[in-house]
């Protein structure tokens, strides 16, 4: 069965250096998602990709995050200069569609982001 | 802003028992979906529900929707400790900016002792 995938499952870096995420969605899924679950919080929603750009953000996702699709097969999230509560869990998401009622969003296992 | 509550936010239970735990609004949504994340892992859709008083059922769950789409309940019958998991709910919104955002509800953390 198809899966999100994501790499590193850990990654450890200091205050203010710049960290990527990587996420391969589901081959033949048109949307893509990062959320993040900070230790003992909820998962919340970061941003949401379509058709190679942004179509919304929420107010976490600041001037320091970025995300790219460098080529078919792969969606990043880039800090640029990490901060101590950027430390969480980071979700990569993808769906198929996004009729926003019943669409499915398939989750990946996550990157814990641990920031020193 | 919505206001999303889910209750119980702990719950901790003998194999075998059944459970209800509740996710609810002020607001009126036009679907809801329960998802369910495991330790180490992504979060994994369980249902969708999408009339007001739809019940559905998969197989010891049993999801219902309220009447006025503001609230959600997931019935777990007979326990069993693979149950064991975050139980999230995430209402879904049409119309507006949103492009299939999920919100989620803070969980209910369910443990089931064998």
């Known amino acids: 069965e198809p899966e999100v995938t994501q790499t590193p499952s850990h990654q450890v870096t200091q205050m203010g250096q710049e960290v990527i995420l990587r996420c391969v969605p589901i081959?033949?899924?048109?949307?893509f998602y990062w959320y993040r679950q900070i230790l003992g919080q909820k998962v919340e929603f970061l941003v949401s990709?379509?058709?190679?750009?942004?179509?919304?953000k929420s107010e976490i996702f600041d001037d320091q995050f970025s995300v790219e699709r460098p080529d078919g097969s792969n969606f990043t999230l880039k800090i640029r200069s990490t901060k101590l509560e950027d430390s969480a869990m980071y979700f990569c998401?993808?769906?198929?569609?996004?009729?926003?009622?019943?669409?499915?969003?398939?989750f990946g296992p996550g990157t814990r982001l641990t920031v020193l | 802003t919505q206001l999303l509550e889910q209750s119980p936010q702990f719950l901790s239970i003998q194999e075998g028992e059944n459970l209800t735990v509740y996710c609810n609004s002020s607001?009126?949504?036009?679907?809801l979906q329960w998802y369910r994340q495991e330790p180490g892992e992504g979060p994994v859709l369980l249902v969708t529900?999408?009339?007001?008083?739809e019940v559905k059922k998969l197989k010891r769950l049993t999801f219902q929707f309220g009447d006025a789409r503001k609230d959600s309940s997931l019935h777990i019958t007979a326990a069993q400790p693979g149950d064991t998991g975050l139980y999230l709910c995430?209402?879904?919104?049409?119309?507006?900016?949103?492009?299939?955002?999920?919100?989620f509800g803070q969980g209910t953390i369910l443990t089931v002792h064998p």
């Open positions: 998401a993808s769906g198929q569609e996004t009729s926003g009622r019943t669409d499915t969003q398939y």
């Open positions: 081959s033949n899924h048109l949307y």
């Open positions: 990709f379509y058709n190679n750009e942004i179509s919304e």
């Open positions: 607001s009126v949504f036009s679907s």
């Open positions: 529900v999408v009339t007001g008083g």
């Open positions: 995430a209402p879904r919104m049409t119309g507006g900016t949103s492009y299939g955002k999920l919100t």
